[in-house]
C-alpha cells in the first residue's frame, strides 16, 4: 500500500515569512494529492489539491508543487499570518490494488510567531 | 448546513460495551469515508462505501467494527466490546466519485473515549 512520509513535525516561523511543508510518497501510482488544514477541535478543511499530470498549482497565499520523479509533493505558504497556525495533513490517494482511500502523513503543527 | 453531519460529537463509554455512531453525508455525494484519527496522526482509512456498497475494508477493522450503508445515504460505524485502543476521533469524509475532482469533505468527528 502507499506510504505518505510528512516532515516536518512542527514548523515556527515569523508572522509575514514563507513556510514550506514537504511530503514524499511510495506508490507511483498515486495521482491526486490533497492538503488539509486541521484546527484544534475541528475538522480537517481541503485549502489545495494537485493532480499527478500538473506540477504547480497556487491559489492567493497558497501553492503546491509536485515532482512525480522523486515522488515528493511540498505546501508553500507565503506571507503567513496568525490565522495560518494549525496541524496541516498531506496526503497521497492510492489508485492501485483496490483500495481507494486517501494516505495521510502524520501531519505537521504550523506555529505563527507574532 | 449543507456539509457533512456526525453524531454523537463524544461518546464515553466502558470497556466491553458496544457503541455506534452515524455519519450523514452530503446529500449528493456518492462515496462515503470512514477514518480514525489519534492524538498527533494523520486520519488513518478504515472502510469506504460507493452507494451501498462497502468497497474496501482496512486491515484495521478488525472483526468487532461493523459499517453499513443500507440505503446509500448515512452510514453507521458499530464497535462491539470496545477496548481502551478504541478511544480515537471517528471522522467521516463524503464525496462525488465521477467528478473532475474526487475532493473528500469531513465531518467534525465523534470522539469517542473508552474507560
Known amino acids: 500500500g502507499e506510504n505518505v512520509e510528512q516532515h516536518p513535525s512542527t514548523l515556527s516561523v515569523q508572522e509575514g515569512d514563507s513556510a514550506v511543508i514537504k511530503c514524499t510518497y511510495s506508490d507511483s501510482a498515486s495521482n491526486y494529492f490533497p492538503w488539509y488544514k486541521q484546527e484544534l477541535g475541528k475538522r480537517p478543511q481541503l485549502i489545495i489539491d494537485i493532480r499527478s499530470n500538473v506540477g504547480e498549482k497556487k491559489d492567493q497565499r497558497i501553492a503546491v508543487t509536485l515532482n512525480k520523479t522523486a515522488k515528493h509533493f511540498s505546501l508553500h505558504i507565503t506571507e503567513t499570518q496568525p490565522e495560518d497556525s494549525a496541524v496541516y495533513f498531506c496526503a497521497a490517494r492510492y489508485s492501485g490494488g483496490g483500495a481507494d482511500g486517501l494516505t495521510f502523513g502524520k501531519g505537521t503543527h504550523l506555529i505563527i510567531q507574532p | 448546513d449543507t456539509g457533512v453531519s456526525q453524531n454523537p460529537r463524544h461518546k464515553i463509554t466502558k470497556r466491553g460495551q458496544n457503541v455506534t455512531f452515524r455519519c450523514d453525508p452530503i446529500s449528493e455525494h456518492n462515496r462515503l469515508y470512514w477514518y480514525r484519527q489519534t492524538l498527533g496522526q494523520g486520519p488513518e482509512f478504515l472502510t469506504y462505501?460507493?452507494?451501498?456498497?462497502?468497497?474496501?475494508k482496512s486491515r484495521l477493522l478488525s472483526d468487532r467494527f461493523s459499517a453499513e450503508r443500507p440505503k446509500g445515504s448515512f452510514s453507521t460505524l458499530e464497535i462491539q466490546r470496545t477496548e481502551q485502543g478504541d478511544s480515537a476521533m471517528y471522522l467521516c469524509?463524503?464525496?462525488?466519485?465521477?467528478?473532475?475532482?474526487?475532493?473528500?469533505?469531513f465531518g467534525s468527528g465523534t470522539q469517542l473515549s473508552v474507560l
Open positions: 462505501f460507493q452507494n451501498e456498497a462497502q468497497l474496501e
Open positions: 469524509a463524503s464525496s462525488l466519485i465521477g467528478s473532475t475532482n474526487e475532493k473528500l469533505f
